[in-house]
């Protein structure tokens, strides 16, 4: 089993930040690609940034220069940092996994979601 926990969304003012984390716990062997999506309501979910294992990234357009995406390998966690936020940036934000289990299985994973609202 494998769960993922989400955590960091909230309100924030316009210029304001916000961190996301997502820590994935229980049966993992390795963390492949981690990233974070996002969805507006009425709109489809959107890739906002993705990092491979061995660190490489990419961002939506959107994004650039404003959102940096991290990880800490041994703690399976993923880290959304978000600056600069606009009111087009106020999404539920869902974190996504690849894991490897202990035998092999490899999986995607979501994470439950996390409000970011952003105030103008």
């Known amino acids: 089993q494998v769960q993922l926990v989400e955590s960091g969304g909230g309100l924030v003012q316009a210029g304001g930040s916000l961190r996301l984390s997502c820590a994935a716990s229980g049966s993992i062997f390795s963390s492949n690609t981690m990233g974070w999506y996002r969805q507006a309501p009425g709109k489809q979910r959107e890739l906002v940034a993705h990092?491979?294992?061995?660190?490489?990234?990419n961002y939506a357009d959107s994004v650039k220069g404003r959102f940096t995406i991290s990880r800490d390998n041994p703690k399976n966690t993923v880290y959304l940092q978000m600056n600069s936020l606009k009111p087009e940036d106020t999404a539920v934000y869902y974190c996504?996994?690849?894991?490897?289990?202990?035998?092999?299985?490899?999986?995607?994973?979501w994470g439950q979601g996390t409000q970011v609202t952003v105030s103008s």
């Open positions: 990092i491979t294992s061995g660190g490489s990234t």
């Open positions: 996504n996994v690849d894991l490897t289990t202990p035998w092999g299985l490899r999986s995607v994973y």
